[in-house]
């Protein structure tokens, strides 16, 4: 790890003089289980260190029927929250699937909102990266990209979004609010990761100097009826080859509302409007659920090692549909 | 890594225990220190090596120039202790390093393993992915304050008692995990003990046991 300067905050009007002081050069830390992990290999550097745990953002309160759910809130702490194991039990489940346990009880949920890709060339400073060093190219479009991305990807960029949580948060129609030197600002969580398009560099709407402060979810009809699947290579403890997020709305036998997200196969944490369309309306059956994964994947590109995640995102999503809807 | 010359801390019941019985075996004091320094020769000569590849990298986890050290205080085990730390040296290395604690490994040091584990105001963390400047006022816990004196704790107890382990390496991580598991909402079933114990890695393989131990040791208080 490099030298670095470090400084602690105490509430977010410091913390963002603190940032806009060095403003090139200076991170907040959150749970460090992602900055620390990527400063010892050298793929971030930052010099300045602003901790930003002192910050009264640690709370999940119920406001209007949903909630707020604070920066600094550990994800173990909100998987076992009472209110999203009952209303919100995607959230639950996703955030339980992540990591270990030790790692729950360190990292933030604006640190996991924003955790870094786990591509492999991303993480070895030796190779040439898109994302880490603009221009330099990008060993994974011809090298090993078993886990790689098959959706929302480009010529420069196909790195997989790993974070299990976001996609419980795209699913859930959650909001990110942002406080920076201009003042505060919400961010709908679908805008909030960006493409990777010419510019993996940018990976979300964050702009230096700024923190996200919450996350709010809405009262929703559906969320209490909504499951996570995710698969892996090993029974627990590593990163989804696919995941899927989904909330189903029933009236009889008929969904009436749906939200379907996916993990491990995007670029971004993925939100797939298709699915939703292929299931609104329709009866809860297989062939139904069959009908919504074969339109989520419809854009899939895959490369030379991970063609399987298509087929196997889709086997996952129509079992998550299942279980969701009582019928697995 | 772990300096030699500074003796791990808690070792008082040993004494200045002789460094040959009587039958002219070695102790088991002067066989660590040995394989500790034989490990520092070892480590240091690959480090050299790849030194030379890479044109410059330094025998240790901290690269380029030092910034000054920050005065620090951690509470360790019940103990306030006062040090002075870069601010990029994370709690693991402090522990290791500089109070000489340890019974905390570095397995991968990178979060991945969990032979780093342990208690910040009672909850498991990897020590190796939070720095010690960001834990200051905070109550650690390693395996060397787990025990009463004498009197093991109920989860190192259950450790032997079902031979939790083989090389031992991975130990110290998996009781201070298992310590943090019980506190936590898990349900009855080894299924719970093995998805609430999988950011421990054994290389050794001695899951079966340690999940024994853990199913045992969960319950018992200290
Ligand atoms: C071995 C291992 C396995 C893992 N497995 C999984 C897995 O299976 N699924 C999964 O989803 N994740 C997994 N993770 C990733 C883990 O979930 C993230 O590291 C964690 O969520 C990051 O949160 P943090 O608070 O520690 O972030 P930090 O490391 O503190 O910060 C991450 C980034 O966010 C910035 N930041 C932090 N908080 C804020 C804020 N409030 N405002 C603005 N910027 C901020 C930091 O500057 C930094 O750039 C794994 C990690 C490891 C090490
Ligand atoms: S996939 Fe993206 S992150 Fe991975 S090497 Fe290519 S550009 Fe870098
Ligand atoms: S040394 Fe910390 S998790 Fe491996
Ligand atoms: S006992 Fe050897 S690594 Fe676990």
């Known amino acids: 790890m490099r030298p670095i300067d470090y400084t602690a905050a105490q509430d977010v009007r410091g913390a963002l003089q603190k940032l806009a002081a060095r403003p090139l050069e200076s991170a907040p830390i959150g749970g460090g289980t992602n900055l620390v992990d990527l400063m010892k290999i050298h793929v971030q550097n930052p010099a300045l260190l602003v901790d930003i745990n002192g910050l009264p953002l640690a709370e999940i309160q119920e406001v209007e029927g949903g909630l707020r759910i604070g920066a600094l809130v550990r994800n173990s702490d909100l998987a076992n929250h009472p209110l999203v194991r009952e209303r919100y039990p995607v959230l639950s489940e996703a955030l339980l699937s992540g990591a270990s346990p030790q790692l729950r009880n360190m990292a933030t949920v604006g640190g996991n909102i924003l955790q870094r890709t786990r591509c492999a060339y991303f993480r070895d400073i030796s190779q040439p990266c898109n994302k880490r060093e603009p221009g330099s190219g990008c060993g994974a479009l011809e090298g090993f990209n078993r886990m790689h991305a098959v959706l929302g990807t480009s010529d420069k960029c196909i790195a997989a979004n790993p974070s299990d949580m976001s996609v419980a948060l795209a699913a859930l129609d959650a909001t990110v609010h942002v406080s920076g030197p201009k003042g505060e600002r919400t961010v709908a969580f679908g805008d909030f990761h960006l493409l990777p398009g010419s510019t993996p560099e940018r990976e979300t709407v964050l702009k230096p100097g700024e923190l996200i402060t919450h996350v709010s979810l809405p009262a929703s009809r559906f969320a209490a009826r909504s499951r996570y699947l995710k698969v892996r290579d090993r029974a627990s403890y590593a990163f989804a080859l696919a995941s899927a997020a989904v909330a189903i709305e029933l009236e009889g036998k008929t969904i009436k509302d749906a939200r379907v997200a996916l993990g491990g196969v995007g670029t971004k944490p993925w939100r797939s409007a298709e699915a939703e369309k292929a299931l609104m309306g329709q009866p809860a059956d297989e062939v139904h659920f069959k009908a919504a994964a074969a339109a989520a994947l419809k854009s899939a590109k895959p490369r030379t090692h991970n063609a399987f995640k298509v087929e196997l995102a889709r086997r996952t999503l129509v079992r998550v549909l299942a279980l969701a809807a009582g019928l697995a | ?222």
């Open chain 2, 1 to 222: 890594m772990s300096d030699p010359k500074q003796p791990p801390h808690g070792t008082g019941a040993e004494g200045d225990a002789p460094s040959v019985l009587d039958d002219g075996k070695t102790t088991r004091r002067e066989f660590v220190g040995t394989a500790v320094v034989g490990g520092t020769l070892l480590a240091a000569g690959f480090l050299s090596l790849s030194a030379t590849a890479q044109g410059g990298a330094k025998a240790s986890s901290l690269e380029g120039p030092s910034v000054a050290p920050v005065p620090i205080k951690l509470q360790v085990n019940g103990q306030e202790h006062a040090l002075e730390v870069e601010p990029r040296v994370t709690l693991l290395d402090a522990l290791r390093e500089n109070l000489g604690l340890t019974g905390s490994k570095k397995g991968c040091d990178l979060g991945q393993c969990g032979a780093c584990t342990v208690l910040v105001e009672g909850r498991r963390v990897n020590s190796c992915l939070t720095l010690a400047v960001m834990q200051q006022g905070k109550r650690i816990t390693t395996i060397e304050g787990l025990s009463q004196g004498e009197t093991l704790h109920p989860m190192q107890q259950s450790f032997l008692a079902h031979d939790g382990f083989q090389c031992g390496y991975c130990t110290p991580g998996q009781i201070m995990s298992a310590v943090g598991f019980s506190r936590e909402p898990w349900g009855q079933t080894d299924a719970d003990i093995r998805e609430g114990m999988c950011g421990n890695i054994c290389r050794c393989g001695a899951y079966p046991h340690i999940v024994a131990a853990v199913r045992d040791g969960r319950g018992k208080q200290a």
